[in-house]
């Protein structure tokens, strides 16, 4: 009976293991290639009994992007030890600027009198969250990619106005095929040419 049980306690820690390696070696095959992810952050699992090297990468700040936040090509392999259930999320260079870039802006918006009423919140707009929102929009990653930068675009370009903008994406390509930036009307998508 206990050497029934030592199996399968062995074949679980082995299937439990591997697919967790099989897990990671897709995340890389996903995201290696896509020029948006700068790098991983490492996220523990919730069923982690014991502290152990897991605990010290999803707290380490090691390349000063933020606590348990890897570069692509130096994040430690998955997983980290048998048993282990811990997994990458995406992050994006957006990300990594966001809190930043956002105090910056902020100021400025203050600085120039913006409308408060109109103003985004750039932390948000400049988060993966918001980013992860466009991955899925079409069945066409290079249209996902534009809807995204055309959004964000518009949205900080009009931040604390009443003006819009308007993009049109080739739904093959992912291109812009045109664009609208100066509107002057407000709450209209209409060029006033003198």
């Not at 897990?23 to 009994?49: C, I, N």
């Not at 949205?155 to 003006?163: A, D, N, P, V």
């Not at 739904?171 to 100066?182: E, P, Q, R």
């Amino acid at each position: 009976m206990a050497v029934e049980e030592k199996s399968r306690y062995v074949a679980e820690r082995i299937a439990r293991t591997e697919s967790a390696r099989a897990w990671y070696q897709g995340f890389l095959k996903d995201t290696m290639g896509d020029p948006d992810v700068v790098a991983y952050r490492w996220v523990e699992s919730t069923r982690h009994p014991t502290e152990d090297i897991c605990d010290e990468y999803a707290k380490v700040d090691a390349y000063g992007l933020g606590p348990g936040i890897f570069p692509k090509d130096k994040a430690p392999e998955l997983p980290a030890h048998p048993h282990c259930l811990c997994h990458y999320e995406k992050v994006y260079a957006s990300e990594l600027d966001s809190y930043v870039l956002n105090d910056r802006l902020e100021k400025e918006e203050q600085r120039y009198g913006r409308n408060k009423e109109t103003a985004i919140n750039h932390a948000y707009i400049n988060s993966g969250e918001y980013r992860r929102k466009f991955d899925k929009i079409t069945d066409n990653p290079d249209v996902n990619r534009a809807l995204y930068y055309a959004a964000k675009q518009a949205l900080i370009h009009r931040s604390g106005t009443r003006y819009e903008d308007m993009f049109w994406v080739d739904k093959t390509t992912g291109k812009v095929v045109g664009k609208i930036l100066d509107s002057t009307i407000e709450e209209k998508l209409y060029t006033i040419k003198e």
